[in-house]
């Protein structure tokens, strides 16, 4: 929308007062750097021009400052910290990315910004010591988002009591950091490919209890059963290597939303579903194998609160999805909508290897699977051809 506003502006006196007009008192978000460009920025009218744009959000609640480069040499990040806090007054958000500026710097944040509700930090020069300054002096920040700055997690210790949302993406380098145990946090994200999943949620349930929405993606989780959050209502886990033991452990009966991509099998996921017999939503990704069977049927008719799935399934070979019965062969998929009719939506992807040709006849059926679909019901099918990378 801003960009056609900045037109708008030129076009006539009156288009320029009614465009100047909705960036006033509309525009709450604000980029500077890479969306806001000019041919030549070398001189001080450049500056001026570009401050003159900024003053005009003065509604402005959300503030990213990317990148600048050559595009806005005239224009220190510091010249821009203090000129927003002159004339932004209501900015709640900042989002600081690709800075190439000395430590020093990033003291003026909490300066200009006291009140800040929300933080994010993006590929910074940055470690524990100085975000940690950052956090004493911001109390009232209430969501963080660290990505790609070389921290190991110990500035977290001095996050406020305010904060219940932290988000950290960490550099592909194997370490064992230091997660930001608060029982203030109820909605955790963390991305750390190598990270070691298993002590990640072994941590996570001895130590943050009132999480209300936990997001992992990382290498390995062996026992997902040591996992057992009283207040957990959805989570996300995205992993290469991914084991849900059997066992007595605890069934999490708050748990509505629950997102799957891993290397698993059928056992394995209908395990793990078991432990959360309230599921309204379901997304599941496979990225190896055919997860459709009658067990697991059956197991997804159990979750009577289930009303949305999302299921993207590895077919390898079209026999996988042919069920039999008492000597009769059924499309699996037939017997999935007639057995989940309770089931409001339904999107199911399959990934497929091979010749189409060798899918003919399971194409064929699956488009009478729509006339089997309730009247109140959303099923949505797609066949998404796989090349081996053999």
């Given at each position: 929308?801003?960009?056609?506003?900045?037109?708008?502006?030129?076009?006539?006196?009156?288009?320029?007062?009614?465009?100047?007009?909705?960036?006033?008192?509309?525009?709450?978000?604000?980029?500077i750097?890479?969306?806001?460009?000019?041919?030549?920025?070398?001189?001080?009218s450049?500056?001026?021009?570009?401050?003159?744009?900024?003053?005009?959000?003065?509604?402005?609640?959300?503030?990213?400052?990317?990148?600048?480069?050559?595009?806005?040499?005239?224009?220190?990040?510091?010249?821009?910290?203090?000129?927003?806090?002159?004339?932004?007054?209501?900015?709640?958000?900042?989002?600081?990315?690709?800075?190439?500026?000395?430590?020093?710097?990033?003291?003026?944040?909490?300066?200009?910004?006291?009140?800040?509700?929300?933080?994010?930090?993006?590929?910074?020069?940055?470690?524990?010591?100085?975000?940690?300054?950052?956090?004493?002096?911001?109390?009232?920040?209430?969501?963080?988002?660290?990505?790609?700055?070389?921290?190991?997690?110990?500035?977290?210790?001095?996050?406020?009591?305010?904060?219940?949302?932290?988000?950290?993406?960490?550099?592909?380098?194997?370490?064992?950091?230091?997660?930001?145990?608060?029982?203030?946090?109820?909605?955790?994200?963390?991305?750390?490919i190598?990270?070691?999943?298993?002590?990640?949620?072994?941590?996570?349930?001895?130590?943050?209890?009132?999480?209300?929405r936990?997001?992992?993606?990382?290498?390995?989780?062996?026992?997902?059963?040591?996992?057992?959050?009283?207040?957990?209502?959805?989570?996300?886990?995205?992993?290469?290597?991914f084991?849900?033991?059997?066992?007595?452990?605890?069934?999490?009966?708050?748990?509505t939303t629950?997102?799957?991509?891993?290397?698993?099998?059928?056992?394995?996921?209908?395990?793990?579903?078991?432990?959360?017999?309230?599921?309204?939503?379901?997304?599941?990704?496979?990225?190896?194998?055919t997860?459709l069977?009658?067990?697991?049927?059956?197991?997804?008719?159990?979750?009577?609160?289930?009303?949305?799935?999302?299921?993207?399934?590895?077919?390898?070979?079209?026999?996988?999805?042919?069920?039999?019965?008492?000597?009769?062969?059924?499309?699996?998929?037939?017997v999935?909508?007639?057995?989940?009719?309770?089931?409001?939506?339904?999107k199911?992807?399959?990934?497929?290897?091979?010749?189409?040709?060798?899918?003919s006849?399971?194409?064929?059926?699956?488009?009478?699977?729509?006339?089997?679909?309730?009247?109140?019901?959303?099923?949505?099918?797609?066949?998404?051809?796989?090349?081996?990378?053999?």
């Amino acid at each position: 929308m801003t960009p056609d506003l900045f037109v708008l502006r030129l076009v006539s006196r009156d288009t320029k007062t009614a465009a100047d007009f909705v960036l006033k008192s509309r525009c709450e978000s604000l980029v500077i750097g890479r969306k806001i460009s000019f041919t030549e920025l070398y001189d001080n009218s450049a500056k001026d021009k570009l401050f003159t744009i900024i003053s005009m959000y003065k509604c402005a609640k959300k503030v990213e400052l990317k990148s600048m480069g050559l595009s806005l040499s005239c224009v220190t990040f510091e010249n821009i910290l203090i000129f927003c806090k002159q004339n932004l007054e209501e900015v709640e958000s900042l989002h600081i990315s690709d800075q190439q500026c000395n430590t020093l710097t990033y003291g003026l944040i909490p300066k200009c910004f006291p009140c800040l509700k929300q933080l994010r930090l993006d590929s910074l020069q940055l470690n524990d010591e100085h975000v940690a300054e950052l956090f004493d002096f911001l109390p009232y920040l209430e969501r963080i988002i660290v990505h790609y700055v070389d921290i190991t997690g110990s500035c977290f210790k001095n996050m406020g009591e305010f904060v219940c949302s932290v988000e950290w993406f960490v550099n592909e380098r194997s370490f064992n950091p230091n997660f930001p145990f608060s029982v203030n946090v109820r909605d955790f994200c963390f991305f750390g490919i190598h990270a070691d999943g298993q002590c990640l949620i072994e941590m996570v349930t001895d130590k943050m209890r009132n999480l209300e929405r936990l997001d992992i993606n990382c290498q390995t989780i062996y026992n997902v059963d040591s996992l057992y959050l009283d207040m957990l209502e959805e989570l996300t886990l995205n992993v290469e290597i991914f084991k849900c033991i059997a066992s007595d452990a605890p069934i999490m009966n708050r748990l509505t939303t629950l997102k799957l991509c891993a290397n698993f099998d059928t056992k394995d996921l209908i395990v793990l579903l078991m432990k959360f017999p309230n599921i309204e939503k379901l997304w599941v990704e496979s990225k190896c194998c055919t997860l459709l069977s009658s067990q697991l049927i059956n197991a997804l008719k159990t979750l009577r609160f289930l009303w949305n799935i999302w299921f993207t399934d590895v077919l390898e070979c079209a026999s996988n999805y042919m069920f039999e019965e008492d000597g009769v062969k059924t499309n699996g998929l037939i017997v999935l909508v007639e057995s989940l009719h309770f089931v409001q939506e339904l999107k199911w992807i399959i990934k497929y290897y091979g010749n189409e040709a060798e899918y003919s006849q399971l194409f064929d059926e699956c488009k009478e699977i729509r006339e089997k679909t309730k009247k109140n019901q959303v099923f949505w099918l797609s066949f998404v051809q796989e090349t081996s990378d053999e």
